[in-house]
């Protein structure tokens, strides 16, 4: 069990690095800094010129492969050693799976190009490879101790705004995601709304205004969802200190994020709380996905 809760520590560090990494490359656009190239960079194993970009694109590509080994060895550990725990298997696969799908959506972006809708699925397609591996690590250290769900008993209502909620975010994670992929940033300098004389214009750049301002509206719901699950958690839940932790945390996670994107616009997209902004939004999805695990586990108990 030392070895598999070193690779969980290891594999879960490591997918946090390969999101952020992911989101350094869109925001440096070293998208190409080994040219149409891959795995190779620029067709050399060690290559000759060097620069910024390259370093980047190389680096994450690096950092990928190595975490897809974690996560690969991992996940067959997982299967081996404590396949008999009911998530595990299914969670196992769906690490390595939706790892290996990112990593080929970005060797077809290098190789043969992709349009920016396509591209933008890549985060969250790491973000659920991500959320897997935190899930399988959770229940690795879980072991010698029982989760909550043992006792609490999340009700059927709660359960569907729980889920809703966690598919919405995955949509509104996608346009962010949109918003970097178009370099629709800074399409509107102002916050929290665009001033805009011609607000219906969707041609040339009144298109990267409708998506930024459509990433902003939709991301303005998740925070709405989120204060309402935590008003709710303590009303309903009084007894559980996890719902309402998790949930105040939730709604931290939520206000971070907020303040994050309004930094983003202030400082004209200013690396570091570019990448900021991509780290919270993946903590606050492996969080709803760890209350997703708790909800599964206690939907056998009465509500």
């Not at 309004?262 to 996905?289: C, K, P």
């Amino acid at each position: 069990m030392k070895l598999l809760k070193s690779l969980a520590i290891l594999s879960t560090v490591g997918m946090l690095l390969v999101l952020l990494g992911g989101a350094l490359v869109t925001k440096t656009e070293s998208g190409m800094g080994c040219g149409n190239s891959w795995p190779l960079c620029h067709g050399e194993l060690v290559p000759s010129n060097i620069d910024m970009e390259m370093i980047i694109e190389l680096s994450h590509r690096v950092i990928s492969g190595s975490v897809g080994l974690l996560v690969l060895a991992l996940s067959v550990l997982s299967w081996k050693k404590i396949g008999d725990i009911r998530e595990v298997k299914f969670l196992a696969f769906l690490a390595f799976f939706f790892l290996l799908a990112q990593g080929l959506i970005g060797a077809a972006a290098v190789k043969w190009g992709q349009s920016d809708f396509v591209l933008a699925m890549h985060f969250g397609i790491s973000l659920v490879s991500f959320s897997a591996v935190l899930l399988l690590s959770l229940i690795i250290f879980e072991i010698d101790r029982k989760f909550e769900a043992d006792s609490l008993s999340i009700r059927k209502s709660f359960r569907h705004l729980l889920y809703g909620l966690a598919t919405y975010t995955l949509i509104v994670v996608y346009t962010g995601a949109l918003v970097r992929h178009t370099y629709s940033s800074m399409a509107c300098s102002d916050w929290p709304f665009c001033v805009n004389d011609s607000p219906l214009d969707v041609s040339s750049y009144g298109l990267y205004q409708w998506i930024q301002m459509g990433h902003r509206l939709l991301a303005a719901g998740v925070v709405i969802w989120t204060i309402i699950m935590f008003i709710k958690a303590l009303q309903d839940y009084k007894e559980s200190n996890l719902m309402k932790k998790g949930w105040l945390i939730a709604v931290i996670l939520m206000a971070a994020q907020v303040m994050l994107g309004a930094l983003v616009i202030a400082t004209y997209v200013h690396l570091t709380f570019a990448l900021l902004h991509a780290l919270v939004i993946s903590l606050y999805v492996g969080l709803l996905s760890y209350f997703i695990l708790l909800s599964l586990r206690s939907r056998g108990n009465p509500d």
